[in-house]
């Protein structure tokens, strides 16, 4: 059975709430350093300083086009470049939902090409918001996600009306190519489910749970 120290290793500390101010974001840098999680996920305006703070002692991951994905792919490039010159290690975009179910998936796949280029080595994640997807949709977006050459597919932000489930991450698992890994996130609540997830095929785990339960206990 995995320990919770190999699963912290796969959890990105995740804080995105709107009315987060910086001591939270401290505590969730000093929290990270810790239990030596995966990264820290920050919203793009808390990349520079957050980046300082750790000063490099855990990874920093922001997120794109969040929550929603109606930005253009201009803006999203734009996000993307910015946030790496800020210090951004991981980038975790979020799909235009709308076009996917249009059937536009050149549209898709090449947005989320255009970022992995920018990207270069450091790794993409793409979140497809799977709460608001067919499964038909999912199979189709794990194609995609493929084709595009990033390096993860992630289930969800968070803020969408649901998180990731153990349906999901199975039929990702079965449907994704080799090269890409999978992100479960969003609504993960226990040590007991993050096990699961991982077992299932996921290698990052989103959520801020698990390190607060964690404090509780020690």
């Known amino acids: 059975m995995l320990s919770d120290k190999e699963i912290f290793a796969c959890v990105d500390h995740t804080l995105l709430k709107q009315t987060a101010i910086w001591p939270e974001y401290r505590q969730l840098c000093d929290d990270a350093v810790r239990f030596q999680t995966a990264s820290v996920c920050v919203p793009p305006d808390r990349?520079?300083?957050?980046?300082?703070?750790?000063?490099?002692?855990?990874?920093?991951?922001?997120?794109?086009?969040?929550?929603?994905?109606?930005?253009?792919?201009?803006?999203?490039?734009?996000?993307?470049?910015?946030?790496?010159?800020?210090?951004?290690d991981e980038i975790d975009m979020v799909i235009n939902i709308g076009a996917l179910k249009e059937g536009r998936d050149d549209y898709v796949r090449d947005e989320i090409r255009a970022l992995k280029e920018i990207c270069g080595d450091r790794i993409l994640k793409v979140i497809v918001e799977t709460c608001f997807l067919t499964e038909e949709e999912k199979i189709r977006v794990c194609r995609i996600v493929?084709?595009?050459?990033?390096?993860?597919?992630?289930?969800?932000?968070?803020?969408?009306?649901?998180?990731?489930?153990?349906?999901?991450?199975?039929?990702?698992?079965?449907?994704?190519?080799?090269?890409?890994?999978?992100k479960a996130s969003g609504g993960i609540s226990s040590f007991d489910d993050a096990r699961h997830f991982i077992e299932l095929g996921a290698s990052r785990l989103g959520t801020s749970r698990l390190v607060t339960q964690a404090k509780t206990q020690n």
């Open 47 to 88: 990349v520079a300083a957050v980046k300082e703070y750790l000063a490099g002692r855990i990874p920093v991951c922001t997120v794109i086009g969040f929550p929603n994905g109606h930005h253009v792919t201009a803006v999203k490039a734009f996000e993307t470049k910015k946030a790496l010159e800020d210090g951004a």
């Open 146 to 182: 493929t084709e595009a050459g990033a390096d993860f597919i992630k289930t969800s932000t968070g803020f969408g009306g649901g998180g990731a489930t153990f349906e999901d991450v199975a039929l990702f698992a079965a449907h994704i190519g080799p090269k890409v890994k999978i």
